[in-house]
């Protein structure tokens, strides 16, 4: 029987928007993966977002048993209250990253994911570790385009 996998995730980014990048790491038993990515124009909420989607992803075996430490508000909220499947069920109408919380949905439909908000910069060695790599991945040089990004979301709520 497989054990539980944790995931750690967190984003950032310098200005909102601005330069920004994830870092998720992925621990299950003996086995550890961190992975980042950083962005020439994006938000914070869509990297603490996409941070949760890319560990998920990064998942081999369909049902597998997560839990997904995260110091975002804006994500652990959105599923653990169910906000995300009320937007859903209006089709993201005049709501934020609708691109990435489809991708999630589907990715979070495919496993047994529990969530659980952690403070951020609160000395939990894995929050801390991710926030280096989201860091570092967004001041790096090698920075993707987010595609999904609009600015015009800016002004809805």
């Not at 992975?35 to 994006?42: A, H, I, M, N, V």
């Not at 709501?95 to 659980?116: A, E, G």
Request: contains cysteine.
């Amino acid at each position: 029987m497989q054990g539980e996998i944790a995931i750690y995730a967190d984003g950032a980014s310098s200005g909102n928007p601005g330069p920004g990048g994830y870092g998720v790491v992925l621990i299950s038993g003996r086995h550890r993966l961190e992975k980042s990515e950083g962005f020439r124009l994006t938000t914070n909420n869509r990297m603490e977002l996409l941070g949760v989607i890319t560990g998920l992803e990064a998942l081999k075996i369909a049902g597998s048993n997560v839990v997904v430490y995260t110091d975002s508000k804006y994500v652990a909220d959105s599923v653990v209250k169910g906000w995300v499947f009320q937007w859903e069920s209006k089709g993201f109408k005049k709501k934020k990253n609708p691109d990435l919380w489809i991708r999630f949905l589907k990715i979070y439909r495919k496993h047994n994911v529990r969530f659980v908000w952690i403070k951020g910069h609160d000395n939990n060695t894995e929050n801390e570790i991710c926030d280096r790599l989201a860091v570092n991945a967004y001041k790096g040089s090698n920075r993707s385009e987010d595609a999904g990004y609009n600015p015009e979301e800016a002004i809805l709520q």
